[in-house]
């Protein structure tokens, strides 16, 4: 990968991110789901594994940081072996994987169960972390297809062979 495709990737990345975050001030401001908080969660168990107090803008910035390099760089080197004909659906199919791999390790791991069913809410925090996830996803996926598109001259997605970079 050349260091423009490393770009395209975080750049995407980062959209999705930023849509992420915007999904997540809307559930705040709107009181959706008052006794979910991921990222609450996620700040006491850093706040455990670190052994002193760990201040609340440091989740968020995991989550970007995470969002834009890691998740995007491992998009752009997955993205030809996703099914779907376009970035947004690819985006989907990644997100379904991502949804899956939270559910089953990271709410746990935060001491929520399984798709953060010890929450009390019923199935309303898996469906919720499901639409954040798709959220970035479909936007990263979306994203990344057009900064692909613009960089090979505009050619339609479907008549090159392989993947971005």
């Known amino acids: 990968m050349n260091a423009a ?23 705040s401001w709107m009181g959706w789901l008052p006794s979910f908080h991921p990222y609450e969660d996620l700040q006491e168990a850093l706040s455990q594994l670190v052994g002193s107090s760990v201040h609340p803008a440091i989740p968020s910035a995991l989550s970007l940081v995470n969002g ?9 080197y997955v993205y030809r072996l996703l099914q779907g004909r ?17 559910g089953l390790f990271f709410f746990p791991l935060l001491g929520r169960g399984l798709f953060a069913a010890q929450v009390g809410l019923g199935p309303l925090p898996a469906i919720f972390s499901l639409l954040m996830i ?3 996803s479909m936007v990263m996926g979306a994203a990344y297809s057009v900064f692909y598109q613009v960089h090979t001259d ?9 993947s971005p970079e």
């Open 5 to 27: 495709a490393v770009w395209r990737s975080i750049a995407a990345g980062f959209c999705g991110s930023l849509a992420h975050s915007g999904l997540m001030l809307l559930k």
């Open 86 to 102: 376009s970035g947004l659906g690819k985006g989907l199919v990644f997100g379904a994987f991502g949804w899956i791999a939270m």
């Open 134 to 136: 798709l959220t970035y």
């Open 154 to 162: 505009g050619r339609p997605e479907a008549s090159r062979s392989g």
């Open 68 to 76: 834009a390099l890691l998740l995007g760089t491992i998009f752009s």
